[in-house]
């Protein structure tokens, strides 16, 4: 019975938390979403092209210019504040120090390189998108820090109001305006930079103005070397990660050309989506859980990790079955009909994402039980078989090949991650109900691939995926595939969406 208990209370924290943070994730993918199509639909596809490949550069210079503290100091913030609280002010100032200085001697080296990365890609106009927009590397830099470190206080607040929400609807006004006004391509380098910009003086105004903490000048060696040492394993792991997620743009950039990297960059952002709710969970689910090991409490984590990869499946399905079964309506709906090419790409990337859901947090779940260093080798290997098999079929199947090789950068890592987690916890996503929920979506998920259907019309779209989730959510409440823990889970977070909408109210 405390079993029991102790899973309910997880459980109720995680869709307290998880509810807010999806929020975010849910405006932030929106307005990213409107920015990314009204520059496809109003630019060239090479220009669209040109710009991902700034971004892909800018945000692997975020990785090396943080050193992986946005991973380390939410831990390191809630182990000072509760054994060390007279460092605190210490380590923080410290990490922030460190950041400014590492971050601006990477916007030093990656402009004096530009011109050597754009022949890299044999893209000249790169050379001025990349001056440009490393100037956000900065802002971008300590906007993760502080947003960190507010995590390391057990606060979600500054995730969503200013990392989600501020700086995309901020990014999306500035691409409107420019739009608008018929601006170069030029003025979306310069207004990404302005939103980074303005996003980190806001959210560094609101941190002192609410005293979360001090900002000092203040480095303390001894400090700085060990989160140093603990964050370096967490930055490679972040560096393999954008290998898995980048190389594909980079080598599509070198192989082919900016145009076929626009095209490309049509489908990624619409799988991207597909593991929102399982980021959204992920912000909150690894406070609890490393309490719940920290515990020896093996059995209820272990159940909890089987009720969230549930429920996150569940609440993934209906935008997989949208972009999956309807490829080339998703893009042209999203990004125009001169980006259709990239269905087939947009399917493939879909399965490779939604196997990275089914599985669950197997990777924030190794660094709960002190195993980080299995994730950094788990990605090691995914990036191999990513360069590998870029390199293999790019030249020859071109964006088709690149997306292949994503997919199955994700099925290794995934796979090893999850071996490992078993052998060392038995923890597992496959619960009896779990399989009946698996078992269902892949019959009537066949069923409706196999209609063929050919529907441009949108409406017609949700026409259909409301008849398939009717047919679904009958076949799953038939199977009873749903649990005790599903139903309170879904009054907590009905009661958090309405205490949320009332406050809201009140304040408006």
Known sequence: MDDEVEVNQALQKIAKGTGMVFVGSVISMFFGFLSRAVIARYFTTSEYGVFNLALTVLNI?????????????P???????????????????????????????????????????????????????????????????????????????????????????????LFFIFILFGTLLKLSVTFIFSAYVLAQAFTFLALAFDVWKIKLFEFRISLNLKIGKEIVAFSLPLMLTGVLGYIMNWTDTLMLGYYKSSE?????????????????????????????????????????????????????????????????????????????????????VLQILALGFMFHTFLGLNGLSLIVIGAPRLNLIGDLFAAIFNVFFNVLLIPNYGIIGASIATAISYFVANVFRSFWLYKKTGIHPFSWNYVKLLLISFVVLGCLKALNLRVNNVWYIVLILVLFLGVYFLLVLLSKSIDKEDIELLVIVKEKLKKTLLRESDNH
């Open 61 to 73: 210079g975020l990785v090396f210019a943080t050193l992986g503290f946005p991973s380390a100091l």
């Open 75 to 169: 831990r390191e913030v809630a182990f000072y504040k509760e054994k060390q609280p007279s460092q605190l002010c210490e380590l923080i100032s410290t990490a922030l120090l460190i950041t400014t200085l590492n971050s601006t001697f990477w916007v030093i080296i990656l402009i004096l390189e530009a011109e050597n990365i754009a022949q890299i890609f044999n893209e000249e106009k790169l050379i001025l998108a990349l001056r440009v927009m490393i100037l956000a590397l900065p802002f971008a830099s300590l906007t993760g820090l502080i947003v960190s470190i507010s995590r390391g206080f057990g606060r979600v607040r500054e995730n969503i109001y200013f990392k989600s929400v501020f700086f995309s609807s």
């Open 260 to 344: 076929v990297v626009g095209i490309y960059n049509a489908a990624t952002p619409l799988a991207r989506l597909l593991p929102m709710f399982l980021s959204s969970v992920a912000f909150i689910y690894m406070p609890i859980a490393s309490s719940l090991y920290a515990q020896g409490k093996v059995k209820e984590l272990k159940r909890v990790y089987q009720i969230l990869t549930k429920w996150v499946f569940l609440l993934t399905l209906p935008f997989f079955t949208i972009i999956f079964i309807f490829p080339e309506t998703s893009i042209n709906f999203t990004f125009g009909n001169k980006y259709a090419g990239a269905s087939q």
